[in-house]
Structure formats: structure tokens, C-alpha cells
């Protein structure tokens, strides 16, 4: 376990310890040694380490969980080390870096995935199963918003300012976002525009415009750190629409064309955020021994970081009248 901050409390570590087996076996590796050792005490875990490097030779499989644009060259090493990789989202800062890590694994012959949960949550996969039912016909708009005010306990500020290049929420949330759109869609679509607050730092507020290559879709996705937003998903199409909360793991909700509105129930066992890091990590563990394939193999999320690159690539600012005005 490569990072022992937020994610690695809530969800990796917990997830490990289940497991006898795993529970026994598993590194915890921080900078920051006594954060290492907290964490392993607290979970029943006998070992720790400061440097990841020094335990790759006797280890199989490493969860990353360090800062954003730490993933990348972690997982490389990794990877050039023969061990298996499960990387937390974004797998890394370009999509020539992903692709080089997925060819890296191929390389190696180790597993290479990343942890895009969202794919995971119950309305994210009937919604899916909806779509490839053709239960809405064409696909003309996808819309998706996402906000709430940031309160996510990181051990830095990784995510901000310097630390993060410049980059915020569109690379935070984004990642998740922009993958379930492609993954809902079975293609790629194009950015159109893309706009942000930023003003020289992290943006908090971000739009992104989206199309098909034929012109015949497009899609909107609103994220904020600072703000609540309706946070759900609506997809429209020739025979209805789909639409549902990100949260809201009940139901989702399909109206006909001709207006009649059906919850459609998700009879999924996956309940709540603590019933899926078991379900990824037992993947992860049966994918090391090659009686799995990853969940979410890398290669499926690459498309969506050069969507994320291409919109850092034409960024603009939000129109901001009551800044600009100079008296």
C-alpha cells in the first residue's frame, strides 16, 4: 500500500485487513513513517515502510495512493519491477504517460488497474445496461453535474495550487466523470469547449462542452468544489430519457417519449461506498493470481485523460464581468 493518507484509511486498508491472508503480507508504505505505522497498528498490520522502493523486490501487488502527479512514475517503477498495479484515479497527467504505463504492464506481464469506482455504483450500471439496451434509442444529449464543497480529509494539499500544476477539480473529479460518460457511451466523444475559474491557480468551477464526431450528440458536464450542484446524470434520446442522482443507489428513473415516467429499481447488493473497496480489492488480489481480469483495466481509461488533457489544452476563463471591471 503506497500512500497512507485519506483514501488508504477509508477504503484500501480496511478492504486489506478483511483478508487474513492479505492482511498478513502487506507493506504499508508512507514518507511520513509514523502515519505509516498508525495506520498499520490501528488494522493489524506488522509492516511499514518510508520508501516504496525498498520492498518492491519482495511484494506482488501495490495499491497507489499517493498525490496526482505522483502516479505515473510510482506505477512505472512498479511496473519495470514486475509487480501488479492497482492505481487510484487519474492513472496519470497525460495520456501519453497512461499509454506508456499500459504498455509497460503488457511488458512485464502484470495487471495493470485503475480504481474508477464510479463504474461500480449501482445507477451507474444499469444505466449502462439501459443503454445497451437501446431502451432510449439514439443517444442526443448526456448531461452530468457534480458538486459540493471540497471537505475531502487529504493528508496535503496535493490538489491544490503548485502542488497540483495548476490543476483542481476538473482533474479530481473530472477522471471519474469523463471515464463513465466514454464507458456509457462505447466511444469517445470530442471537447468543444472548456471553461474554468481559474485565475493563474487550481480552478474550483469547471464546464466542459462535449460532442460526437457526427454532430448528432452533446453533453455537458458541470463540476464545483465549491458549491452543491443537482449532482446527477440525465441522458436523452430519440425514445426517452434516462435519469438518475450519483448517490441516489436505489433507482433510476427512464421516461418514454411519450412522457410516462418508470423507477426502474437497481437490485444491486452494493449499498454504500464501504461495500465496494472490498469488491476491488478482492479483484485486485484473484486478478494477481491470475483468476481475474481487472475490474477497470488501464487501458479502458485512457480516452478519458485525453479528453482531460485536450480541455486543459483550450482553457478559458469563465466570464467574470464583475472581476475584470476596472471602475
Known amino acids: 500500500m503506497i500512500g497512507c493518507g485519506a483514501i488508504a484509511r477509508s477504503a484500501h486498508v480496511p478492504a486489506l485487513a478483511q483478508r487474513a491472508a492479505t492482511r498478513e503480507r502487506a507493506v504499508l508504505v ?10 498499520a497498528s490501528e488494522f493489524g498490520i506488522r ?6 522502493r525498498d520492498v518492491l523486490s519482495s511484494v506482488q501487488g501495490a495499491v497507489i495512493a499517493v498525490p496526482h502527479h505522483l502516479h505515473y512514475a510510482v506505477a512505472l517503477d512498479c511496473l519495470r519491477a514486475g509487480v501488479h498495479v492497482l492505481c487510484e484515479k487519474p492513472l496519470a497527467g497525460s495520456a501519453s504517460e497512461a499509454t506508456a504505463l499500459v504498455a509497460a504492464s503488457k511488458r512485464a506481464r502484470v495487471g495493470l ?24 434509442g439514439a443517444i442526443r444529449f448526456i448531461g452530468y453535474c457534480d458538486g459540493a464543497k471540497y471537505d475531502w480529509p487529504a493528508a ?10 495548476g490543476k483542481g477539480v476538473l482533474f479530481d473529479i473530472g477522471p471519474h466523470v469523463l471515464d463513465l460518460i466514454c464507458w456509457w457511451l462505447g466511444q469517445t466523444p470530442r471537447v468543444t469547449d472548456y471553461v474554468d475559474d481559474a485565475c493563474g491557480g487550481s480552478e474550483a ?17 458541470h463540476l464545483s468544489w465549491l458549491a452543491k450542484l443537482a449532482n446527477g446524470f440525465r441522458i436523452e434520446g430519440d425514445e426517452g430519457t434516462i435519469s438518475g442522482g450519483i448517490f441516489d443507489w436505489g ?40 483468476e481475474a481480469a481487472p475490474l477497470i483495466p488501464a487501458r ?19 466570464s467574470m464581468p464583475w472581476h475584470d471591471y476596472a471602475g
Open 47 to 52: 509492516a511499514t515502510a518510508a520508501d516504496y
Open 205 to 221: 468551477v469547471a464546464k466542459v462542452s462535449l460532442a460526437n464526431d457526427t454532430g448528432t450528440m452533446r453533453g455537458e458536464v
Open 300 to 318: 479502458e481509461v485512457v480516452p478519458s485523460i485525453a479528453l482531460i488533457e485536450d480541455c486543459y489544452a483550450r482553457r478559458r476563463r469563465f
Open 251 to 290: 433507482s433510476v428513473e427512464l421516461t418514454s417519449k411519450s412522457g410516462r415516467r418508470t423507477s426502474i429499481p437497481t437490485k444491486s447488493p452494493v449499498r454504500a461506498l464501504a461495500d465496494i473497496a472490498p469488491l476491488i480489492m478482492e479483484n485486485f488480489v484473484a486478478a494477481i493470481a491470475g
Open 30 to 39: 508512507d514518507q511520513d513513517r509514523a502515519r505509516a505505522e498508525a495506520l
Open 113 to 136: 488497474a485503475v480504481n474508477h469506482i464510479r463504474r461500480l455504483f449501482p445507477p451507474s450500471q444499469l444505466v449502462r445496461e439501459l443503454l445497451h439496451q437501446g431502451a432510449i
Open 156 to 165: 496535503s494539499g496535493f490538489a491544490f495550487g503548485r502542488a497540483s500544476g
